[in-house]
């Protein structure tokens, strides 16, 4: 079955550190690929996405993936994290449900602790 | 605001019980989606509808009916809710075709407790 896997499954970094949350998909089609952000007691929030051209997305509030086709990954990256990048992340697909349509499948999400 | 609005915020329900999620949208979206959000497990597809009129099963769909009422409002029922139901519902809304360039938008979500 098509799935989407995030290895991270909770991250503790301090401030200033580098961050790179990994993101990979089984489907050998065309995707398009998302990441969204959900703070604590808040709803899902777009990061960032790739749906063609340059393989290297930016995105808001300094964070960017790189979409590596021959490794059916999506990594998202941030040089320098901030106590207010805490939350948890997800990876997002859109892959093809039975019916024939494709619908948006998530990684089981990435848990981000910042530390002051 | 324009998006996606969920009623009510939080239930709880005791097991057996009935209710139905609301789930409206002002974006003249053509598609609209209900997932599940559990601890370690992302957000799991229940139902989605690609246009008014239709409905398809997600991931998950046992246990959950749903009906698209019109173009804005995209409803989620629970016949006879079970404690595995318990969970965090999400709402959420696309263009359709369009939907895949740009992404999905929330509603803000429903904690439902049965207890």
């Known amino acids: 079955a098509q799935s989407v896997s995030q290895h991270n499954h909770h991250v503790i970094l301090s401030e200033a550190a580098s961050l790179e949350l990994g993101c990979n998909y089984s489907?050998?089609?065309?995707?398009?690929l998302f990441w969204y952000v959900q703070y604590p007691g808040q709803h899902l929030q777009l990061l960032l996405k790739y749906f063609s051209g340059d393989p290297l997305v930016k995105g808001i509030k300094g964070f960017e993936a790189e979409f590596i086709k021959s490794k059916f990954s999506f990594n998202l990256r941030k040089p320098s994290v901030q106590w207010s990048d805490t939350a948890e992340y997800f990876c997002a697909v859109n892959l093809y449900m039975d019916t024939g349509r494709r619908a948006l499948t998530f990684g089981s999400g990435t848990r981000l602790q910042v530390q002051p | 605001n324009a998006g996606v609005t969920q009623t009510p915020k939080f239930q709880v329900l005791k097991t057996g019980q009935s209710m139905t999620l609301q789930c409206a949208q002002d974006?003249?979206?053509?598609?609209m989606y209900w997932y599940r959000q559990d601890p370690g497990m992302g957000l799991r597809l229940i139902y989605y509808?690609?246009?008014?009129?239709?409905?398809d099963k997600g991931e998950v769909p046992n246990g959950y009916n749903v009906s698209r009422l019109n173009k804005r409002e995209f409803s989620l029922r629970l016949e006879s809710a079970a404690p595995s139901q318990t969970s965090v519902y999400f709402c959420?809304?696309?263009?359709?075709?369009?939907?895949?360039?740009?992404?999905?938008?929330f509603g803000s979500g429903t904690r439902l407790t049965v207890v």
């Open positions: 489907y050998g089609g065309t995707v398009n």
């Open positions: 974006m003249n979206h053509n598609s």
């Open positions: 509808s690609a246009s008014e009129g239709t409905t």
């Open positions: 959420a809304s696309s263009n359709g075709r369009q939907s895949d360039n740009y992404g999905y938008t």
